[in-house]
């Protein structure tokens, strides 16, 4: 399959526009649980608010947020596919710039001395690009993730040490979501990176906030720490907005990797409750779009 | 826990009269604040041609489209979507917000801290929680962008909206040292042992 970058660029282009427009169905599902399970009248009114914006959202096709975050593509290349590498981040970050631009959304991205804005949603190394490969026969996938700050501005690293073991992590989980409280717009997916380097570690971490709700880690370790950790943050009585009640986060979710034997690093990296993605697939027979 | 019809500018009485977990809902005017703009308004020396006294703020920057001034856009500014960012990076504007522009309330989500809720009480003032992540829902209540100053800014502009039944929004924290975020901060913190006891973490 020979790649068209002007699709890529429609694609990324668009991917931006829907992913701040409709939350995906595993998001909407883990809504009706948490709402179905809250026993705090306070919280039990603010996720209705919740259920209500997601409703209008899609009515008056607008945008479930104003935060337009910091754009992020992650892109999957195929078996048999034939792309120009440099040319595909181009075409990427012309869609970026073109849904800001022609929608229009807000760009929330600035520089970070000067603090300006060119109005694009691009700068120095954003839109954030991460490209990879995968087992499948010509496709290439695109998967676009507004990255709210609110959530994003929660963001935890911690060395710990082989001789503070899993209980450093435990502990550091839910410090982390005290510390967070109503500021990373609970309820939150909770993205836990363990092992690794410290940049493996936080870059785990957001593909675990970012996946999708209902999946467990590969890792059958991960996945029953991942069970334990859902339930404990959720006893801690942060609650929706940080206003108090059960439904804190949606879920811990956890990704791991192989890490050195001195070392035990544990990363978090939240995603708020407007738990937005959208995902595109191109293949010979065209592009669909889904979640 | 009563309901508060409130047109702005408010009076510090009206404030007053606010206690955790009332409702509110504005009518008239709102006005549109942020990093940036309390960045500049305090820390740079600039100042706002508007008269915030007794008025409400909102902690946002606003997705808006630039078109042709008319009666409908006086600003030259359509709402596309308004929305409410995290109050806690704004918390050390708040008193100057209040000493010096007069401001009476102030609408974000996730809370501000004990600063805040000091002047609150000193100088009558509120905090209405909105739902975050509701921009959409928000968005309907605000009828249009009146005026726009400090709008090199943009998106974090100062902006004067006109917004019609803006609520209902909870009272979270008010004039009488009643914080619902520092009950909950305390609640969760007392819980925290037992979670980590209940997950076999050794104290």
């Known amino acids: 399959m020979k790649v068209d970058l002007q699709s890529v660029e429609d694609a990324a282009k668009e991917l931006y526009i829907r992913a701040l427009k409709v939350l995906p169905p595993d998001i909407k599902q883990g809504f009706a ?89 691009c700068g120095i190394e954003v839109p954030v690009i991460h490209i990879d490969f995968s087992d499948t026969a010509e ?36 410090d982390c979501v005290l510390a967070a409280g109503g500021k990373t717009c609970p309820p939150t997916i909770v993205g836990v990176g363990l092992g690794g380097t410290s940049d493996l570690a936080v870059a785990l971490a957001k593909r675990a906030a970012t ?81 | 826990m009563a309901h508060h019809e409130l047109d702005t500018p408010v009076s510090e009485a009206q404030i007053r009269a606010l206690r955790v977990n009332d409702t509110v809902t504005l009518q008239r005017t709102l006005f549109g604040i942020r990093d940036a703009t309390q960045i500049h308004l305090f820390d740079r020396g600039r100042t706002t041609r508007f008269d915030l006294r007794g008025h409400a703020v909102i902690h946002t920057a606003p997705n808006v489209k630039k078109v042709d001034k008319s009666p409908e856009h006086p600003a030259g500014y359509a709402p596309v979507c308004i929305g409410t960012t995290t109050s806690d990076r704004m918390e050390r504007f708040t008193r100057p917000l209040m000493e010096q522009n007069g401001v009476r309330i102030i609408i974000g989500k996730g809370g ?45 502009s100062l902006w004067r909206f006109r917004i019609r039944d803006f609520g209902p929004l909870l009272v979270a924290m008010d004039s009488h040292g009643g914080s619902l975020y520092r009950e909950v901060q305390k609640d969760s913190a007392s819980r925290r042992a037992a979670v980590l006891a209940g997950l076999g973490v050794k104290a």
């Open chain 1, 33 to 121: 649980r948490l709402d179905a399970s809250e026993t705090a009248p306070t919280a039990k009114r603010v996720l209705g608010t919740m259920l209500t914006n997601i409703r209008v959202a899609e009515d008056t096709d607008n945008l479930l947020c104003q935060d337009t975050g910091v754009p992020i593509y992650n892109v999957w290349i195929g078996r048999d596919v034939d792309v120009d590498g440099p040319a595909l981040k181009q075409a990427v970050r012309r869609g970026c710039e073109r849904a800001t631009r022609e929608y229009p959304l807000r760009s929330s991205v600035v520089h970070p001395l000067t603090r300006k804005n060119d109005h694009t949603s």
């Open chain 1, 139 to 174: 496709q290439l996938e695109i998967e676009m993730i507004p990255k709210g700050s609110g959530s994003e501005n929660n963001s935890f690293l911690k060395m710990a040490i082989p001789a503070e073991g899993i209980d450093a992590i435990k502990a550091f989980v839910v």
């Open chain 1, 211 to 291: 996946r999708e709700l209902g999946t467990a880690c590969a890792d059958p370790d991960g996945a029953a720490l991942e069970k334990q950790l859902s339930a404990a943050v959720n006893q801690l009585g942060v609650g929706p907005q940080g206003l108090g009640g059960d439904s804190t986060a949606f879920a811990v979710q956890i990704e791991l990797a192989a890490t050195h034997i001195t070392m035990n690093p544990i990363a978090v990296n939240m995603q708020c409750h407007s738990a937005r993605r959208a995902r595109a697939t191109l293949t010979p027979q065209g592009v669909s779009y889904g979640f």
């Open chain 2, 112 to 156: 501000l801290r004990d600063e805040s809720l000091r002047a609150f009480s000193d100088l009558g003032g509120v905090y209405l929680a909105i739902v975050g992540g509701t921009a959409a829902l928000e968005t309907t209540w605000i009828e249009q962008i009146e005026d726009v100053d400090l709008d090199d800014l943009n998106p974090e």
